[in-house]
């Protein structure tokens, strides 16, 4: 009797085990999927989604990395961008991607190159859905070193809820090509305002391009992580100071250009572009280095949605982040703050690949946190950012989402499920 029992519990555990793994096989994980703890808007939205990539080149710039005596050359710059859309997509078609993807560093021997490929929710070159268009616009600004690959999870996510959301690799700031930092101080706000107009041009009718028709450039979103944050305030009025000159000199051999990015600089003005009409900074690099004081967070003027991690080790918090939200004094502003979270609240979750053994920990704290779930992150970001630019660019009623109580442990917050906001603060001041 005792062996049939036995024998009984052996087949159900093994019955069980096979059917957990067919589950698991049958209903894979894919970034940007929600957990069971998910908050409301972070859903999908009705849209399917199509993607595309382009290449773009910004002819006629300063090549800082080639600086000297005195003299910057020019260069044609290449940018390639990767283009998530509303999409048409018959029930035949399987809506997935597979992306192309590298861990590592550029030219060190530490971190060699290593491919890998990850699934996304989106199809390849899928027909455009028109109906709905124009669709605002979203530009999305990868950290150094990254690549327009780094946010999959709320580019397909923003581009299903009726965005055209554009993310770029930013030459020699990419896994890929990671040169001198002094190529991603100087054209890192360039690139977003270049590839603005790019998408503004390839949206006029008789582009010849699939988005002609679809793009509403004159209601862009610009969405930065770290040091896309640091460009996308660049660009949307937050002039950098002297302090942000002086070290730009210091890494680029005694080069000027970054003069024309500071606040006061007659350059710099005739830059801002009223297009952009709300700010996404995740992270963002620069307030612990010098790059702005009170006059260059002044022109801040956008609404402008900050996301940051209190133990933020890159970028700072109280005396980084945090001091650029309380400086932004004429810009509506949010802050949401992840306790305990360090750098990394922006990024898709570590590939299984970074798990491997012998390879360096940087491949897997490249994209993880050390406290926080990076799928729970993504859920978060996705919620919020879908409020933040439903109210700035759609026009929608979201308001109730973004009106709570500075710490989660107070209450539950509106869209979160009980006793999920824990861990989580929340700021907002208007501008004065």
Known sequence: MLYFVQKTLLSTFFYLS???LLFAQ???FIYGDLLPDAPELAQRGQHSVG????????KNQLNVLKHKDGVTPTYDRPLTVEVWYPALISPQQKEIEVYQEVMGNFNDPKRPLKPFTFKGRSLRKAAAKTEGAPYPLVILSHGYTGSRYLLTYLAENLASKGYVVVSI????????????FSSTLYHRPLDQLFVLDEMDRLSQKGSGSFLSGLVDAKNTGLIGYSMGGYGALNASGAGFSKNAL???KAVSGGCEALAERL?????????????????????PWGMN????DSTGLAGLTRPTF?????????SKYEKGIKAIYDGARNANRYLLTYQNARHNVAPNPAPPEALAEGLPIDEYLRYADSVWDQRRINNINQHFVTAFLGIYLKKQDLNEYLQLKEKAVDGNWKGFKPRTSIGLEFRHQGAN
């Open 18 to 20: 096979f059917t957990v």
């Open 26 to 28: 049958s209903n894979e």
């Open 51 to 58: 993607v595309q990539t382009i290449n773009l080149v910004h």
């Open 169 to 180: 690799d930013h030459t020699e700031s990419t896994f890929r090509d990671a040169a001198n």
């Open 246 to 248: 002086q070290l730009f």
């Open 263 to 283: 606040a006061g600089s007659e350059v710099y003005a005739k830059t801002q572009d009223e297009r952009i009409k709300a700010v996404v900074a995740f992270a």
């Open 289 to 292: 280095s010098g790059a702005w």
């Open 306 to 314: 900050f996301v940051a991690g209190s133990e933020d080790d890159i």
